[in-house]
């Protein structure tokens, strides 16, 4: 079955840190820029972070840009997001996205992470 899960998402205080982890299977990983989304109640779906098939380029929204770390492992199919120093406004709904040339694979169930005291 072709799909992307996600899971790692929790309540963190801020300041902490939480590991996410997308699960692809179905199709060639490698051949997939995969990205991460987050959409917070009432807003638009933001773009977080992206990264290539080999893992060699990657891109991030400005408001995390030295605080997450997007990563793979092509061996074991599968994207992390690495998020320190978490902040309220971090607060959303994460999901996954794979790019292929034939289209995209979307996670559907998405992980909620919540910044809260």
């Known amino acids: 079955q072709v799909q992307v899960v996600e899971s790692g998402g929790g309540l963190v205080q801020p300041g902490g840190s939480l590991r996410l982890s997308c699960a692809a299977s179905?199709?060639?990983?490698?051949?997939?820029?995969m990205r991460w989304y987050r959409q917070a109640p009432g807003k638009e779906r933001e773009m977080v972070a992206g990264?290539?098939?080999?893992?060699?380029?990657?891109n991030y929204a400005n408001s995390v840009k030295g605080r997450f770390t997007i990563s793979r492992d092509n061996a074991k199919n599968t994207m992390y997001l690495q998020m320190n120093s978490l902040k309220p406004e971090d607060t959303a709904m994460y999901y996954c996205?794979?790019?292929?040339?034939?289209?995209?694979?979307?996670g559907r169930q998405g992980t909620q992470v919540t910044v809260s005291t």
């Open positions: 179905g199709f060639t990983f490698t051949r997939y820029t």
């Open positions: 990264i290539s098939g080999t893992g060699g380029y990657t």
């Open positions: 996205v794979a790019l292929g040339s034939n289209g995209s694979i979307n």
